[in-house]
T-cell receptor, first 114, second 113 residues
C-alpha cells in the first residue's frame, strides 16, 4: 500500500532557486496538508486543501504556493528559496478533518538551502 | 483558539521502565485526541486515538484516556522497549469552528538497553 508518497526525499538548493515538492496519495482522501518541521520542533501547517480546486493558508504560508488540480496530487512550490526555508517538509492526507479521522503522513522531504 | 501542551523532552528511560508522557489541551466543544509517533527518518504514524470523553485509546502496549474534566490525554506504557525510542506527538482535531489538527511540540523518548 503506497499511502502518501513524497518526492524527492532529499534536496539541496541555492538561495533564490525554485523547486516543487511533490505529494501524491492513493487513498482518495479529500483533505491534504503541507507541514514543515524544524529541528527539535513540532509541525507547522503551511497550506491545506479540502478538495480539488480548493486551498487555504495555514500558519506559515509566506514563501510557498500550492495547487490542487486533482484529488491525488498536492504539490508545494518554493519560488525564491531562502535559508529560513531549510526544514523537513511533510505532506499528509485525511478522509475528513473531524470525527476522529487521523492524518496519514509521507516520509518527508529534507530540504537544505545554502 | 485550540492548543495542545505536552511535556518537554527528552525523556530517557531504561528498558522495562514505566512511561508517562503528559498532554493537556484547550479546545471548545468536544475534540478528538490523538497520539502520533515519529521514528527517525520517517513521517508521523497514528499510534492511538480517542474521540469522546472517557474513551481509552490503545495500541502496541500504549494507552491514553480522554479526560475531559482535566483536559488531558496522557500517554502511558507499562514496560518500554528500546524499539519505542522515537518522538511522540499529542494532537487534537476540534469539532467547532476551524477543523484543522493542532499538534503538540513533540516529546523525544530514549530507551536504554
Amino acid at each position: 500500500n503506497a499511502g502518501v508518497t513524497q518526492t524527492p526525499k532529499f534536496r539541496i538548493l541555492k538561495i533564490g532557486q525554485s523547486m516543487t515538492l511533490q505529494c501524491t496519495q492513493d487513498m482518495n482522501h479529500n483533505y491534504m496538508y503541507w507541514y514543515r518541521q524544524d529541528p527539535g520542533m513540532g509541525l507547522k501547517l503551511i497550506y491545506y486543501s479540502v478538495g480539488a480546486g480548493i486551498t487555504d493558508k495555514g500558519e506559515v504560508p509566506n514563501g510557498y504556493n500550492v495547487s490542487r488540480s486533482t484529488t491525488e496530487d498536492f504539490p508545494l512550490r518554493l519560488e525564491l528559496a531562502a535559508p529560513s526555508q531549510t526544514s523537513v517538509y511533510f505532506c499528509a492526507s485525511s478522509s475528513d478533518d473531524r470525527g476522529g479521522q487521523p492524518q496519514h503522513f509521507g516520509d518527508g522531504t529534507r530540504l537544505s538551502i545554502l | 483558539g485550540n492548543s495542545v501542551t505536552q511535556m518537554e523532552g527528552p525523556v530517557t528511560l531504561s528498558e522495562e521502565a514505566f512511561l508517562t508522557i503528559n498532554c493537556t489541551y484547550t479546545a471548545t466543544g468536544y475534540p478528538s485526541l490523538f497520539w502520533y509517533v515519529q521514528y527517525p527518518g520517517e513521517g508521523l504514524q497514528l499510534l492511538l486515538k480517542a474521540t469522546k470523553a472517557d474513551d481509552k485509546g490503545s495500541n502496541k502496549g500504549f494507552e491514553a484516556t480522554y479526560r475531559k474534566e482535566t483536559t488531558s490525554f496522557h500517554l502511558e506504557k507499562g514496560s518500554v522497549q528500546v524499539s519505542d525510542s522515537a518522538v511522540y506527538f499529542c494532537a487534537l482535531t476540534g469539532n467547532t469552528g476551524g477543523f484543522k489538527t493542532i499538534f503538540g511540540a513533540g516529546t523525544r523518548l530514549f530507551v536504554k538497553a
